[in-house]
Nanobody
Framework: QVQLVESGGGLVQAGGSLRLSCAAS????????MGWFRQAPGKEREFVAA????????YYRNSVKGRFTISRDNAKNTVDLQMNSLKPEDTAVYYC????????????????WGQGTQVTVSS
């Protein structure tokens, strides 16, 4: 079991940037895929990005490609999400999660979740 704490959320204007961080403790981190998901009010939780255990493989939902970058630092047990050119539709609570299954885009394939950090993008 891994404990995850997200930080870095806040309020920004459209076109601005935020960098989210997720700190992990209490379990093995460096051998697990890590992902970011988000959930807007009244909507299902959706996949945003993921990074393989060694940081080589990165994956993004189409709507954030070219704007978001996921990275990890296994020495520090952290995974980050750099978000540029933010849009109002990016507004959501963002969660980091530990991958445990083979389905990259499915919440059920992630075993441990943080409490989330709010990202609000104003127009």
């Amino acid at each position: 079991q891994v404990q995850l704490v997200e930080s870095g959320g806040g309020l920004v204007q459209a076109g601005g940037s935020l960098r989210l961080s997720c700190a992990a403790s209490g379990g093995t981190f460096s051998t697990a895929r890590m992902g970011w998901f988000r959930q807007a009010p009244g909507k299902e939780r959706e996949f945003v990005a993921a990074v393989s255990w060694n940081g080589v493989g990165t994956y993004y939902r189409n709507s954030v490609k070219g704007r978001f970058t996921i990275s990890r630092d296994n020495a520090k047990n952290t995974v980050d999400l750099q978000m540029n050119s933010l849009k109002p539709e990016d507004t959501a609570v963002y969660y980091c999660a530990v991958g445990s299954g083979s389905l990259l885009y499915t919440p059920g394939a992630y075993s441990d979740w943080g409490q989330g950090t709010q990202v609000t993008v104003s127009s």
